[in-house]
């Protein structure tokens, strides 16, 4: 049976994708989510137990979904369909559409915010005590929430070539530069070398349960897996490509975006005697203040807000694209018009999401826990899609992979660009049986005996 229909985009070279799956990968989980992770978990410890993540669960779960993708040349729906036909396995392809948009339609809300300190580093209105007023404010919630949302669709609505290849191309390398001269501005101020310290000299006596399970989930929220971002990207590759080696270049570049990250955050933060566990607020309101009392700060900070919004804007487009590639394959539309639907559904679910940070008490009380705390309909959806539905999706795939698929399929896919790959097939074999299965069941039953998040 043949999977192609009709003629379908790929990648123009090996490096494009390198650029557009790591784009995809790199994102605000990399420069905002990761720092204050890390610093909430005990520094350099969790540093080592997240690159463990990355090599012994990230990069095979990425492999996987690469060669699901390849063999079928299909989205997420379509891939289970073409692998397995008439299988109820197709759920785990819309349960994958559904979590892609669910968190693109919040993912949008707070990449929006980093246009909005982008413009007001420019115009050097930077007011560290304002963040709170900012994110309850209606208008300015709902129109940079609009604006970063019409970016990701316009980028996509260019196909992949012309659209996200040509995007990715450009705005990698330009993220890389403009973090490497942060990097050289942060390490360099006074008293930067404890913060250096904290972050990339382990100590262990802090680790405990929760570091490896917020590890793990940084991890698999970095990479993008578990969502079918990587199996629509993966329907891009050419045959003749080497899974194995542009997975392992994906992994790496978004692991030195992270790292990197940590470079500028925390000598900064060191050297304005700031406290590093300052959490989700970290870059909008510890950061600000920082910027506002170093030299040559509101320069800085239009070089941070500008490469946080490139940061966001790849992770976007790959989520815009995850329910793009379905209604294009699956229910045959033009692009255009299956990229209108996409932002149409984006725009009613994400809309709730802006209001639910104190613009509206109904969406900012929307569930009641008790003790006079409540759950925001933003809150709601990470728990359910960022986080239960994302892992939830990775120990999927891997059941799939190994008792279903057959784990000698994968294998046969993988080695077409890579025929060395069988000799270390059984190592890919024990983490997608064992390890990686084990580790996305700890998450999942950390967050409902605790319920809390891992964002």
């Given at each position: 049976m043949s999977a192609i229909q009709k003629p379908r985009g790929q990648w123009s070279s090996k490096i494009a994708f390198i650029f557009a799956a790591a784009g995809s990968a790199v994102g605000l989980g990399n420069i905002w989510r990761f720092p204050y992770v890390t610093g909430e978990n005990g520094g350099g410890a969790f540093v080592f137990l997240y690159l463990l993540v990355i090599v012994l669960l990230g990069f095979p779960v990425m492999l996987l979904e690469l060669s699901m993708g390849r063999a079928s040349e299909k989205n997420p729906v379509g891939a289970f369909r073409v692998l397995r036909p008439g299988s109820?396995?197709?759920f785990v392809g819309f349960m994958g559409v559904l979590t892609g948009i669910a968190i693109l339609s919040y993912y949008t809300v707070i990449a929006g915010w980093t246009i909005a300190y982008l413009i007001k580093s420019i115009n050097m209105d930077l007011d560290p005590k304002a963040f709170g007023n900012f994110i309850a404010d209606i208008p300015q919630q709902i129109t940079?929430?609009?604006?970063?949302?019409?970016?990701?669709?316009?980028?996509v609505a260019g196909g992949v070539k012309d659209g996200i290849e040509r995007i990715t191309r450009v705005l990698m390398p330009v993220l890389i530069g403009l973090m490497v001269l942060l990097i050289i501005r942060s390490v360099t101020?006074?008293?930067?070398l404890s913060g250096l310290e904290f972050y990339l000299v382990p100590?262990?006596?802090?680790v405990s349960a929760r570091t490896f399970i917020y590890a793990i989930g940084q991890g698999f929220f970095s990479l993008s897996l578990g969502m079918g971002a990587m199996i629509t990207y993966g329907s891009y590759i050419?045959?003749?490509?080497?899974?194995v080696s542009s997975g392992a270049y994906v992994c790496?570049?978004?692991t030195v975006i992270a790292l990197m990250a940590g470079l500028i955050i925390f000598p900064a933060l060191a050297s304005a005697g700031q406290a590093p566990e300052a959490g989700f607020t970290l870059v909008f309101d510890v950061?600000?203040?920082?910027?506002?009392?170093?030299?040559?700060?509101?320069f800085v900070a239009i070089i941070f807000f500008f490469l946080l919004s490139i940061a966001a804007l790849t992770s976007t487009i790959s989520l815009v694209e995850v329910a793009t590639a379905y209604l294009v394959d699956e229910r045959n539309l033009p692009r255009g018009s299956a990229v209108l639907i996409v932002a149409g559904v984006t725009a009613v679910l994400g809309i709730p999401c802006a209001l639910s940070l104190g613009g509206s008490d109904f969406f900012t009380h929307l569930l009641p826990l008790g003790n006079g705390q409540y759950k925001s309909?933003?809150?709601?959806?990470?728990?359910?899609f960022g986080n239960m539905a994302l892992s939830l999706g990775a120990l999927l795939l891997c059941i799939f992979v190994v008792y279903s698929w057959k784990v000698s399929s994968a294998v046969k896919e993988i080695s077409s660009g890579n025929p060395g790959f069988q000799r270390w097939a059984i190592y890919w074999l024990v983490a997608l049986k064992y390890v990686a299965p084990l580790a996305i069941a700890a998450i999942l039953i950390y967050m409902v005996v605790t319920g809390q998040t891992l964002s």
């Open positions: 109820p396995w197709v940079y929430f609009l604006l970063f949302l019409l970016a990701s669709v316009g980028v101020l006074e008293g930067a100590d262990f006596s802090k050419s045959k003749d490509d080497n899974l790496l570049f978004d950061l600000i203040s920082l910027f506002n009392q170093m030299p040559l700060g509101s309909f933003l809150g709601i959806m990470d728990f359910v």
